[in-house]
């Protein structure tokens, strides 16, 4: 559905000598180097899935999103979205596409939100059927009637959040771009609007892409993870295989035992598994960290049970943000190969 | 067929949009009186000059009161026209490009020009410009004691709605030049400035001035030229009106186009 070859992008950035003089001289000269934003990204994501597309600021994740929705041209390779060049036939591609950047709007901004649905249905040829359908869905969903007959410049970022994405996916598109599409939400709306997005695939098919720092969003969400760092495209697969490549695990336990003495039981993990840390955490628990490439977990329970009366036990899922922190900051560095154990 | 359904589309889009920001004349009736007042206490004070202009002279370069007051009348009905229609324009020169906001009109499957047109259509400071123009225009009309022919009347809307293009076009162009600035706004006032000497007989311009509001930003044919035509029955330029139009809607249309090809959306 949205497939991605060699994805190019570089940026001329004006050179501006410092102060006045500085100035006057672009006016005169156009010297200006280019900033590569996006160097050379493919993939392909097929229909009906649910991907994130994730990666530190400045990987070029909004700049991908800007060339998929036809917003801007790339400088080199091509891009396919239902089938079209979104640069090259912008109008029909927007009629397949729905999106929402979090930080901009695309609402009428001097009139209510049922005007800018009305307007949405007009420029969208959108069918009665489908046009009640789906305002019959926000209304129950994201409780839109709630936002009255304020214009859009007057509502809280919240409030407004909840109507772009119903704006980006009233036309049924077939495929949904949603940017940072929870910012300024609550825990409740949140929720809504992922059970949205959620909902919207299930029933209609449609393909999302999903941006976003929110961590909930990409696992109440997305299936696929696409990691970008520095243009390129560095991981690609299920949300389950990149938590897989983390590189430290955690066992969090409690034991029967002096709990106002917890410096032995840290002193003898830390000795007995070399890189290891153990630390006290709430409640009294003592969370364990050890490096994947030199322990099992099997080595870290047997010690624990060998050692302790442990009264309970439990292993947390790797942490997505940690993982996705070591693969921004620690580079593409291959995890350290496993050795003997001694 | 098809360019026919387009059109019908377009059509029925503006309609529908135009009734919708109708609201905003409701919503904002405070805005709207303010704006349609301001409007008026200018044009009393251009009237009131041209008054004074007139008590000293009879004549001013072949033109009476009347007629003067006719051609700023008229020069106010595509003003009015095209304010009602194009008036987002100003805001694509000072911050769409600016802030990012551009995007939005290039994910809508409507033309971008039109969707960026259509977040103001019946902007309602156009209603007084083309109220207050018409009613000058009457007035004059009917002091002079004017009786236009057959062709002068089945032409005068068409006079109009050129003189609205033209508007529409300067605009445009100026507007896209927000593509390769950022802001484009200082540009487009300066141009929009210009066009108040459209209100006014040129004859009594520097032929240099009257050369360049002629040939280069033909603010000639959006008032005087038509006017001089309804009035006196002849203007020798009236000949060219057309083909400045379809000139001047062609170049800023390609500006526009090429300014859109190469817009870079800023921030994240």
């Known amino acids: ?342 | 067929m098809r360019p026919v359904s387009t059109t019908v589309r377009y059509a029925r889009l503006t309609w529908q949009l135009s009734a919708v920001s109708m609201h905003r004349l409701t919503e904002y009736r405070m805005d709207f009186l303010l704006g349609a007042g301001g409007l008026l206490l200018r044009v009393v004070c251009q009237v009131a000059v041209i008054g004074m202009v007139f008590r000293q002279a009879p004549e001013i370069a072949g033109w009476h009161y009347d007629q003067v007051l006719f051609l700023l009348g008229f020069s106010l009905l595509p003003r009015g026209l095209d304010r009602m229609f194009t008036d987002q324009l100003w805001i694509l020169a000072r911050k769409l490009v600016q802030n990012g906001e551009f995007f939005r009109y290039l994910i809508r499957p409507v033309h971008p020009l039109f969707s960026l047109l259509s977040e103001r259509f019946l902007y309602p400071d156009g209603f007084g410009e083309l109220l207050t123009g018409a009613g000058l225009v009457w007035y004059a009309a009917d002091r002079l004691a004017l009786t236009p022919d057959t062709a002068q009347l089945l032409l005068a809307p068409v006079l109009v709605l050129c003189g609205t293009l033209i508007l529409a076009s300067i605009k445009t162009l100026f507007a896209s030049l927000a593509f390769w600035t950022t802001n484009s706004f200082p540009a487009l006032y300066a141009a929009n400035q210009l066009g108040d000497f459209s209100g006014y007989p040129l004859d009594l311009y520097h032929p240099s001035l009257r050369w360049l509001l002629t040939w280069l930003l033909p603010y000639a044919f959006t008032a005087y030229i038509p006017a001089s035509y309804l009035l006196f029955g002849r203007a020798p330029l009236l000949p060219w009106l057309f083909a400045v139009t379809a000139g001047l809607v062609a170049l800023a249309l390609a500006v526009w186009h090429r300014g859109v090809d190469r817009y870079e959306m800023t921030g994240s």
């Open chain 1, 1 to 342: 559905m949205i497939v991605a070859e060699n994805l190019v992008k570089d940026f001329r950035v004006h050179e501006r000598g410092p102060g006045l003089l500085g100035s006057l001289g672009t006016l005169f000269s156009r010297e200006h180097r280019l900033v590569r934003a996006v160097s050379g990204v493919s993939f392909e994501i097929p229909a009906g899935t649910k991907v994130a597309y994730i990666g530190a600021n400045g990987a070029g994740k909004s700049t991908t999103v800007k060339m998929l929705t036809g917003i801007m041209t790339p400088t080199s390779g091509r891009a396919l979205v239902a089938g079209l060049e979104p640069y090259r036939e912008r109008r029909r591609n927007a009629a397949n596409i729905g999106v929402v950047f979090g930080q901009r709007s695309q609402l009428w901004w001097d009139l209510p939100v049922p005007d800018s649905f009305r307007i949405l249905r007009g420029i969208h040829d959108i069918p009665d059927a489908v046009y009640r359908r789906n305002m019959a869905l926000y209304r129950d969903l994201l409780d839109l009637d709630a936002l009255g007959n304020t214009p859009v410049r007057q509502l809280s970022l919240g409030q407004r959040m909840r109507a772009e994405v119903a704006a980006s996916l009233v036309h049924d598109p077939k495929v949904v771009f949603l940017d940072e599409p929870t910012v300024g939400l609550d825990l409740v709306l949140k929720e809504a609007v992922r059970e949205l997005v959620n909902r919207v695939n299930a029933e209609l098919g449609t393909t999302v892409l999903l941006t976003s720092h929110d961590m909930g969003d990409i696992r109440a969400i997305c299936d696929g993870v696409l990691v970008v760092d520095r243009g390129e495209v560095v991981h690609s697969g299920s949300v389950h295989e990149l938590l897989r490549t983390a590189d430290t695990r955690a066992v969090l336990f409690e034991h029967e035992g002096d709990p106002a003495a917890p410096t032995e039981a840290i002193a003898l993990i830390e000795a007995r598994l070399d890189g290891a840390s153990a630390t006290v955490v709430d409640g009294g628990r003592i969370r364990v960290e050890y490096p994947t490439g030199r322990w099992t977990s099997r080595q870290v329970m047997g010690l624990l049970l060998e050692h302790f009366d442990v009264t309970d036990c439990v292993a947390p899922e790797p942490d997505l943000e940690s993982v996705l922190r070591r693969i921004y900051t620690g580079g593409r560095r291959p995890a350290p190969r496993p050795e003997a154990v001694g």
